[in-house]
């Protein structure tokens, strides 16, 4: 029995990202779905600007990933948040749950509603050429 409690007590401790995606694979899937090309310019601006549809204590995605992306950033709670940019954090964007679970939470939390195909794919595109 011990034999099989602990690797599953390891893997409940340290849940490992599915690893099942790409953020290139990701703007190519949300684009397809879009019918546009990525506009990273546009991603950038969604992500920098503070909107006024959402939660009042979010304004921004900066509120808690920060300007800069290539930096950890602090969730409402005090607890640090990774670097979003897949360049300088390797894990991002390689779970396409775990991406479209956050996508949906903070998009409805900082612009009271869904982001959709192409605003993901801005999104990541920008953050993929930080
Ligand atoms: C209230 C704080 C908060 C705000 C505001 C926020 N986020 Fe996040 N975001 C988080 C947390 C917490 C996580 C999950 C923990 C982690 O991934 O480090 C996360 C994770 C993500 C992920 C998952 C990426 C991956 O593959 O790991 C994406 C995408 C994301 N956020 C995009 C956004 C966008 C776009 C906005 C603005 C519309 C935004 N976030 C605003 C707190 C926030």
Known sequence: ????????MVLLAYPALAQDTSPQA???LYSTEAGAAPSPQNGQALFLVTHSGGKPDTPSCTTCHTADPTKGGQARTGKPIDPLAPGVNAERFTDTKFVEKWFGRNCNSVLGRACSAQEK?????????L
């Open 1 to 8: 029995m011990k034999h099989i409690l602990i690797p599953t």
């Open 26 to 28: 990701l703007i190519d």
């Open 121 to 129: 794919a801005d999104i990541i595109s920008w953050l993929k050429s």
